[in-house]
């Protein structure tokens, strides 16, 4: 179940970060806009311009935190909420012992070959 929580909470990050640079795509918008009138006002393009700043770098911070999370997953160092090292290790083992079953059947093969000589 704490697997589910960390999943929301991931998602709800990524939400948010999808608002933001909603918000940095309106902030661009205006500062355009305002730049394409004959009489920019400046005050209004510096507040346009520094929101557009803050969350650019509110979306650099946040798209490099889940690119940390993402690599460490990736990597399969153990983390909460994953069960990526615990499916490898069980698919592993599944495919040794097909080896192994394989390798038992040539062999009961091969000994009942020698028998019937």
Do not use: W
């Not at 608002?19 to 005050?43: D, F, N």
């Not at 889940?66 to 090292?85: F, K, M």
Request: aromatic fraction near 4%.
């Amino acid at each position: 179940m704490a697997g589910f929580g960390v999943a929301n909470e991931r998602l709800r990050a990524l939400e948010e970060l999808e608002r933001e640079i909603g918000a940095s795509l309106q902030s661009a918008g205006s500062v355009i806009l305002e730049l394409s009138k004959e009489k920019p006002q400046e005050r209004h393009l510096d507040r346009q311009a520094a929101q557009f700043g803050a969350a650019v770098a509110k979306v650099e911070a946040e798209l490099s935190a889940q690119i940390r999370y993402l690599t460490q997953v990736a990597t399969g160092q153990p983390h909460e909420g994953s069960s990526y090292d615990a499916r490898k290790s069980c698919q592993l083992a599944l495919n040794r012992l097909d080896y192994a079953r394989r390798r038992l059947a040539e062999l009961a093969r091969a000994c009942e070959a020698m028998l019937e000589q």
